[in-house]
């Protein structure tokens, strides 16, 4: 699926990249009406057919087993480490940050719209309004880099809306668009529901807690460190903020 999301990106730029699932020896299940979420570097998956998978491993006894696996290839691996490091630069400079690191868990979206598409449960419903540290603690900078084209020429609905009780501010995805923002409090925002066509999007973090980075090996082995480190991770945070934690105050500043 995120290799499928950049072989699209990167045919709308001009440029031919293959995709496909590639263990040897499955045939690929087709994504179908609804969300698919991959997080690259910790290897879950919610496949809109199978749900839950893993992506470099089962998910153990109480998760169903991995049936379809794949693994991103050079040129994909490349394509989204630049888009992280492009993502990370962007913020930098915007917020005049003077520490910033690419954090985990991320996220390549796809949403397949229909008129018949009905959630099976609260994961497939996308289009809750939140923020993005409440989810994830060690968030404070948000990216996110659409690779399709709404306003129904990829896909229609799919608006990202930053909620505000004196006005919502809504975004069109466009391919190539970035949309930057703290992701505090100060930040509720939601996704509307995609009608018709297939959404494509990347979501990236950022952190200013050093402990938290991530490098961006996508190499299939991160989930073996992450989880010991983000509960390592929220304990520190529950104590104290590290010193050099420099979140910019929001909005009147963005
Ligand atoms: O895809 C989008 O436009 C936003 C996704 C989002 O809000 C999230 O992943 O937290
Ligand atoms: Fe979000």
């Known amino acids: 699926m995120?290799?499928?999301?950049?072989?699209?990106?990167?045919?709308?730029a001009g440029h031919d990249l293959p995709h496909g699932w590639n263990t040897p020896g499955q045939?690929?299940?087709p994504l179908l009406d609804g969300p698919?979420?991959?997080?690259?570097?910790?290897?879950?998956?919610?496949?809109?057919?199978?749900g839950l998978q893993g992506l470099y491993r089962d998910l153990g006894k109480k998760?169903?087993?991995?049936?379809?696996?794949?693994?991103?290839?050079?040129l994909h691996r490349t394509l989204y480490q630049r888009v992280g490091r492009t993502l990370e630069s962007l913020l930098t400079s915007e917020f005049g940050l003077s520490e910033l690191h690419f954090s985990a868990p991320t996220f390549v979206a796809r949403l397949q719209g229909s008129a018949a598409w009905r959630a099976r449960d609260v994961h497939d419903e996308y289009w809750h309004p939140h923020v993005d540290?409440?989810?994830?603690?060690?968030?404070?900078?948000?990216?996110?880099?659409y690779l399709a084209e709404g306003g129904g020429e990829d896909f229609s609905g799919g608006e990202f809306q930053f909620m505000d009780p004196e006005g919502n501010f809504?975004?069109?995805?466009?391919?190539?668009?970035?949309?930057?923002?703290?992701?505090?409090?100060?930040?509720?925002?939601?996704?509307?529901?995609?009608?018709q066509g297939v959404r494509y999007a990347i979501s990236m973090w950022f952190t200013c807690d050093a402990a938290m980075a991530m490098p961006q090996f996508l190499d299939g082995k991160m989930h073996n460190t992450f989880h010991a480190k983000r509960?390592?991770?929220?304990?520190?945070?529950?104590?104290?903020?590290?010193?050099?934690?420099?979140?910019?105050?929001?909005?009147?500043?963005?």
């Open 36 to 50: 698919s979420i991959v997080d690259v570097n910790t290897g879950f998956a919610r496949h809109s057919v199978l």
């Open 2 to 12: 995120a290799d499928e999301a950049l072989a699209f990106a990167a045919r709308k």
């Open 63 to 74: 998760r169903k087993p991995t049936t379809e696996r794949f693994v991103l290839n050079q």
């Open 133 to 145: 540290r409440n989810n994830t603690a060690h968030y404070h900078y948000s990216a996110l880099l």
């Open 170 to 195: 809504t975004v069109v995805p466009r391919a190539g668009r970035v949309v930057i923002f703290t992701s505090g409090q100060e930040h509720l925002h939601r996704v509307r529901p995609v009608t």
């Open 231 to 254: 509960e390592a991770g929220k304990k520190r945070q529950r104590r104290h903020l590290p010193r050099n934690h420099r979140v910019k105050a929001p909005k009147d500043e963005l």
């Open 27 to 29: 045939t690929p299940l």
